[in-house]
């Protein structure tokens, strides 16, 4: 009968674990990164187009529509939307985070009906346990909340400042961020 308790204490327990993750990882110094990685680009970009300018001077004064033939116009584009995809990807991921909850909230529910039920539903000759639903539903929400993680790994490694080639440092990566900003 402790089953249940011990359910709506594990729910909210990642719903805390959850907020806490997130507001640790989308803070300021992670919009900053966002906002310098955008700046270096920008920054690229503008410099590849001076250098483009400079050497092919001569066949642009002669021809102004070389531009569009060698297809530097539509590279910059591409490169420029690839920015702005990748904001859209951070704002979509934020809005994901609440996933987790809806799990926990359905984990929740079925310890409930675990209190309601103790011996479980008989359908059919088989015994459901709400119980056990309720724990494969927080098993679900903690996988949820591994793959956001993940996801967010995977942005935060493509606006990282790095060396080219050059991997990023174990002491430097996002979970030693973290790291160092808690107060332990």
């Given at each position: 009968?402790?089953?249940?308790y011990i359910?709506?204490?594990?729910?909210?327990?990642?719903?805390?674990?959850?907020?806490?993750?997130?507001?640790?990882?989308?803070?300021?110094?992670?919009?900053?990164?966002?906002?310098?990685?955008?700046?270096?680009?920008r920054e690229?970009?503008?410099?590849?187009?001076?250098?483009?300018?400079?050497?092919?001077?001569?066949?642009?004064e002669l021809?102004?529509?070389?531009?569009?033939?060698?297809?530097?116009?539509?590279?910059?584009?591409?490169?420029?939307?690839?920015?702005?995809?990748?904001?859209?990807?951070?704002?979509?991921?934020?809005?994901?985070?609440?996933?987790?909850?809806?799990?926990?909230?359905?984990?929740?529910?079925?310890?409930?009906?675990?209190?309601?039920?103790?011996?479980?539903?008989?359908?059919?000759?088989?015994?459901?346990?709400?119980?056990?639903?309720?724990?494969?539903?927080?098993?679900?929400?903690?996988?949820?909340?591994?793959?956001?993680?993940?996801?967010?790994?995977?942005?935060?490694?493509?606006?990282?400042?790095?060396?080219?080639?050059?991997?990023?440092?174990?002491?430097?990566?996002?979970?030693?961020?973290?790291?160092?900003?808690?107060?332990?």
């Amino acid at each position: 009968m402790i089953e249940p308790y011990i359910i709506v204490l594990s729910s909210v327990i990642l719903a805390a674990c959850n907020f806490a993750l997130w507001m640790l990882l989308f803070d300021e110094e992670f919009y900053h990164l966002l906002e310098s990685h955008e700046g270096r680009v920008r920054e690229q970009l503008r410099r590849e187009n001076e250098e483009f300018v400079e050497k092919m001077k001569g066949i642009l004064e002669l021809d102004p529509e070389a531009v569009e033939v060698v297809g530097f116009g539509e590279n910059w584009k591409k490169r420029l939307e690839r920015i702005n995809n990748l904001k859209r990807e951070v704002e979509d991921l934020r809005r994901r985070t609440v996933w987790v909850y809806y799990w926990g909230i359905a984990s929740l529910f079925t310890a409930s009906t675990g209190l309601l039920l103790p011996k479980g539903l008989e359908i059919g000759g088989f015994t459901l346990y709400p119980t056990a639903l309720g724990w494969w539903l927080l098993v679900i929400g903690v996988l949820v909340m591994v793959g956001l993680l993940v996801h967010y790994q995977v942005i935060e490694n493509t606006i990282q400042p790095t060396p080219q080639g050059k991997p990023i440092p174990a002491d430097q990566g996002p979970l030693e961020n973290m790291r160092k900003r808690l107060p332990l």
